[in-house]
C-alpha cells in the first residue's frame, strides 16, 4: 500500500521560479485562518491568482531553488494541499516548509534539474521512494533527492497527524489487556 | 575530531555520545514555545486526540501578531487559546500587556538557557542562538507533535563559522553586519545549516545586538544559529534564569563546512539596505539611490530594543518627522517599553511626531498598525520585505539599521544618520 501510494502521476500547474516566499504563497493578513480547508481560497493571492484559478486535483508545481523560504507558517503548505496540489517539485525547499509539506501529506520533491525540463501542461511521473522524475511529454527523466526514510513513513500514513493518532491509539490499546 | 554547538547540544538531546551532519536524531525537547497560531497547534493536538500536552511547564505561549486583537476573528482564536491554556495548566502564559514579541519575551523572563533545545512556531526561533540554545522554527503540526511526545527528530545540521573582527564605523550596527552577510551569502546561503558567529568584533557587542544576527540568519535559511556563550551572556542571563548556567562553547577541533571572515571595519563602510522584494537583495546605502519614504517603522524581534529606541531617539532628538512620512514605533515588549519611558526616549520620539504602537508585532507583520497603501515606500527595522509583507502587493520594504530608518524618518527619504544630525534643523517641518 505504502508503494503506491508513493508513486504519483499528473499535470504541471506551472513552473515558478526561485526564491518563492510563503508571502507569495499565502500572505501572512489571512494568517488567523484556521481551517486547513479554507486557506486554499488565498494560495498565490498576492502573486500568481490566475495559477490557483487553474488548479486541477493532483497536479504538481514546479519551482526553483529555496521554494517556501520565510515564515513558518503552516498554511502556506496547507493551501497548497487544499486546492489540490498532488505534490511541489523544487529545486530545493526552505526547512521549515518542507517539514510542513510532509507534516500535511503533501509531497516536497527535491529534484534540481526539474524546472529546466518541463513547462506548465507536461505529464509527470514521480517515484518518490526512488527519487525519479518522468516527464512523460518529453521523454525526459531527471533525478530527484529519494525521501529519507522518517518522511517517508509519514507521507505514507498521510502526514503527522494520523501517524500520532495510529501510533497512540495503538498504544493505548496494547496497555488495554482486553483488546489484544 | 571535535563537534561544533550543534552537534555537542543535538548529541546530548538525544542521548549520544557524538553525532555526525546528516544523521537524523530524534532529541528531546526542553521548551516549546508559541504565539497566537497555538490555536493551530491546539486545534491539531486535538485531532491527534492525546488528552493531556506532554508537560505543561516547557510550553510557553506569548501574544504578539495582532495585540490587541483588531478583529473579531482573532478575539475568537486568542480567547480559544486562553480557555487551553487554563485547560491544560499551562503556566508561563503572556496574554495582551503582559509581554510583547515572543522572541524578545522569552529571554527576558528566563526561559532560555545555554544547551537547551527550544522549537517554536515562528521562523524566527533562531533568535535564540543569541544564549546558547539549539533554537529553531517549526510548523504548527509538528508543534502538536512536540505537545504530544516531547521530542523530534532532527537532520544534524553541518556548521558555518562566520568570524568578524575589526571596528564597527560611527553609525554602522549588528544589522549592517547581518544584511552585510546576507548580500553575500544569498537567501539559501545558510539553508540547513547551523550558524556561529564568533570573533572578537561579535564578543564585543550587547546581547540585544547578538539577538539581530541569530535573528536574521533565519533569512539566508540558517536551522539554528549561535552568538558566543562568554561573560556578556552570563551577566544578561544571571539575574533572570533560576540554577547553574552551562558554559557551551564548540570544540577547538570542531568541523565546519566554511569559515567566512568578515572585517567590519573595512567591509563594512556604509550602512546597508535590503532592497525590495528579497532580503538578500542588499546594497551599501550610496547605491540605493534617492527613495523618498511614506512610513518608518521601528520594531519587531530584530531591532525594537532598548539600543534601538535609544539610537532612534538620538537621531530624531530636536527634530520633526517629514511632512510626507509617518514614524511607527513598536517596544518589543512590556519591559523594553517601560523602560524607553523612563529613560525618555519615548518622549524624545512622540516630541518628533512618531506615534507608538502597544508592545508586539506591529506592522512586521502586515495585518494592522500601519499597513502600506499601493506605491509607498516603508523602509523598516524589521526583517523581511517580501511582496505584500507589510501590505499591498505593491508597496516597497526596505530594511535598515533602527539608525537608518529614524534618519530617513527625519529626511523624508532614505537617509545616512551622519547626514541628518550633522545638517541639524535643515528638514525641520513647518509647526
Ligand atoms: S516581530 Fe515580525 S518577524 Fe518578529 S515574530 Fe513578530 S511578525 Fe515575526
Redesign the pocket.
Known sequence: MAGESLKLRGRVRAVLGANIDTDIIYPGRYLNITDREKTAEHLFELSYPDVRAAIQAGEFIVAGANFGCGSSREQAAAALKFAGIGAVVAASFARIFFRNAINLGLPAVVAPDMAANCAAGDELEIDLVAGAIRNLTTGITVQAAPLDPRAAELLAAGGLIPYLKHKYLQEANATCPSTV | MGMTLAEKILARASGRERVSPDQIVIARVDLAMS?ENADLVRKSFLEIGVERVWDPSKIVIIF??RVPAESEKTATTHRAVREFVAAQGIPHFYDVGRGG???QVLPEEGHVRPGMVLVGT?S?TTTHGAFGAFATGIGATEMAGVWTEGTLWFKVPSSLRIEVEGEFPPWISAKDLILHIIGKLGAAGADYRAVEFNGPAIRWMSVASRMVLTNLAMEMGAKVAFTPVDEVLLSFLRPRVQGELEVIAPDPDAVYERTIGIDAGADLKEPCIACPHAVDNVKPLSAVGEVPIHQAVI????NGRIEDLEVAARVVAGRRVHPRTRLIVSPASQRVYREALQLGYLETLVAAGAMVNPPG?GP??GVHQGILAAGENCVSS???NFIGRMGSKDSFVYLASPAVVAASAIAGRLAHPEAVVKEGRVWQAKA
Open positions: 504565539h504578539d501578531h514579541v515572543c522572541h515562528d524566527h520594531g519587531s524581534c530584530t508585532c512586521c507583520v524589521t526583517n523581511r
